[in-house]
């Protein structure tokens, strides 16, 4: 017989939509290059291969992120140490909401996530590099 879960993706996100704070497209756009502002990319490499990426976004894999954030991991990176606003993306929203609320109860802020991902950041005009293969 087939496990059942008892809570699923769409409970877990919309329980965190309710404690994670969001940034637009748009918003997101107007704070590229800001020195104060680190844009973290936590899709799969072949993700950003295939797509492109945010210019000069940090890449942070989702299942690497609680390690390179807590400054006890042997992971640890110094980005994550900085005091600096921290914007989430992965390639629709879904996983980067999930990654924010964690990021949060760690007791990391500001973050936020990117509503829609690097779908919507394209969708809204912002610039895209492309990522040669290795």
Same mark, same amino acid.
């Given at each position: ?8 993706? $769409? ?7 309710? $404690? ?37 976004? %940090? ?7 609680? %390690?390179?954030v807590d400054p006890d ?6 980005? %994550?140490?900085?005091d600096k606003t921290f ?15 964690l990021l949060q109860r ?11 991902? %690097? ?16």
């Amino acid at each position: 017989m087939p496990q059942k879960i008892v809570v699923g993706h $769409k409970q877990l996100m919309a329980e965190a939509e309710a $404690k994670v704070s969001q940034v637009s497209a748009a918003e997101a756009i107007a704070k590229l290059g800001q020195p104060d502002v680190v844009i973290v990319d936590i899709r799969d490499p072949r993700e950003i291969q295939r797509e492109g990426r945010i210019p000069g976004s %940090f890449h942070a894999p989702r299942g690497m992120l609680e %390690f390179w954030v807590d400054p006890d991991s042997p992971y640890h990176k110094p980005v %994550f140490a900085e005091d600096k606003t921290f914007i989430l993306h992965c390639a629709s929203g879904w996983r980067s909401l999930l990654a924010t609320e964690l990021l949060q109860r760690m007791g990391m802020k500001p973050v936020f996530n990117l509503k829609g991902g %690097f779908g919507a950041w394209k969708e809204a005009g912002g610039p895209v590099e492309t990522v040669e293969h290795k």
